[in-house]
């Protein structure tokens, strides 16, 4: 669902803020809160709450990534509402093109009809005349 590139962006992050390497700061790991984290983003849940109350690199590694997951949540609403907009849109259209169809076979219909009247007229006075 998600491009590849977020994926590592993401998993990057969580190694980074897991403690697997040796930082110069004694400040401890950037954990994600309990109750959201990296799965619950990557399955549309934008709200990823961060410790943000180091003053590294790492803070502002995390204040980037909540900057970014509040614009892919904005960018995700608006996509949704568009898509909405576009499906009644479509079914919209899809009524009136319908309703068109139905029209134009009624008129093939009568155009038909008229023709077969006109053919046999025409054959009937042909018979008479002769």
């Given amino acids: 669902m998600y491009p590849q590139g977020l ?6 992050l969580a190694h980074c803020s897991g403690g697997s390497r040796q930082r110069p700061s004694s400040a ?14 990557l399955c549309s849940d934008f709200e ?3 410790e ?3 003053e590294d690199e790492l ?8 900057r970014m997951a509040r614009e892919v949540q904005r960018r995700e609403e608006a996509l949704k509402q568009a898509n909405e907009g576009l499906e ?16 134009l076979v009624e008129t093939a ?3 038909g009809r008229a023709e077969i009247a006109t053919n046999v ?7 008479l005349r002769a």
């Fill in 28 to 41: 401890p790991p950037l954990q994600p809160s309990p109750s959201t984290g990296l799965q619950s983003f």
């Fill in 48 to 50: 990823v709450g961060l």
């Fill in 88 to 103: 009644h849109r479509v079914e919209e259209r899809t009524r009136e093109l319908t309703d068109v169809h139905r029209q």
């Fill in 121 to 127: 007229l025409h054959n009937v006075g042909n018979v």
């Fill in 52 to 54: 943000t109350s180091r």
């Fill in 7 to 12: 994926r590592r962006f993401c998993s990057g």
């Fill in 59 to 66: 803070d502002q590694l995390a204040h980037a990534f909540q």
């Fill in 109 to 111: 219909r009568q155009v």
